[in-house]
């Protein structure tokens, strides 16, 4: 059975506190070459791994850090390059295989999907497209560029039926959609405990779990 996790980084990988750790500062700099790696709390990568190890899961990042890989998963060495390298052999020397990366830019969905009103509605009027406010005024608008439509789109794309998680801190844009609403892992940035913890990891077993009684 084909398991997919769709991967957001920053909030789910590290968190405030982490960026605060006097530890982090004395094990990483910047200056030794560990580039974006640094940014990655060891801790948080380690749940991750254990679940795409138990779940047999690959990853398709869905995060703004998506754009140091390339569509396939293979590293993106004009982005960062030798950083990005070293950011790459991290997460798979911790299990977790980056097979691909979500599109960016207004998409157009070929499927009908059912949508939660209300958080669709509330996001709308507020607007949290920066630079994007002009065109980000309705609900239309919104959706083409909204990361849920970005994992939709990957999904059709591929022809993908298996089964699929979200691990996500900033979640409004995906539980736009009914469908991802019911497979989200909700982490957060701020907050001692903070990013991808055990509690994370038994819930996205358990949404594995569900999928299985219904594929």
């Known amino acids: 059975m084909d398991r997919i996790i769709f991967l957001d980084i920053d909030g789910v990988l590290n968190n405030a506190s982490f960026f605060k750790s006097k530890l982090r500062h004395i094990l990483y700099h910047e200056d030794d070459g560990y580039g974006m790696s640094t ?113 939709l789109d990957w999904i059709e794309r591929n022809n993908f039926t298996g089964q699929y998680v979200i691990l996500e801190d900033d979640w409004e844009d995906v539980c736009f959609y009914k469908d991802l609403e019911k497979r989200i892992v909700i982490t957060y940035f701020y907050g001692k405990m903070g990013g991808f913890r055990l509690k994370h990891f038994i819930k996205a077993i358990r949404l594995f779990k569900a999928q299985e009684k219904i594929i």
Do not use: P
Not at 39 to 58: D, N, Q, T
Not at 104 to 117: C, F, M, T, V
Not at 123 to 144: A, I, M, Y
């Open 39 to 151: 940014m990655i709390s060891r801790y948080h990568l380690f749940w991750l791994g254990l679940l795409c190890r138990i779940m047999k899961a690959k990853v398709v990042l869905s995060s703004t850090w998506r754009y140091g890989w390339n569509e396939d998963g293979s590293v993106n060495t004009e982005k960062q390059g030798h950083q990005m390298i070293i950011t790459d052999k991290l997460f798979r020397k911790f299990g977790v295989n980056i097979i691909g990366i979500t599109k960016r830019g207004a998409i157009q969905l070929q499927g009908k999907y059912e949508y939660n009103d209300k958080v669709l509605d509330d996001f709308t009027s507020r607007q949290h497209f920066k630079g994007l406010e002009d065109v980000c005024s309705t609900r239309s608008e919104v959706l083409k560029y909204a990361r849920g439509t970005q994992i």
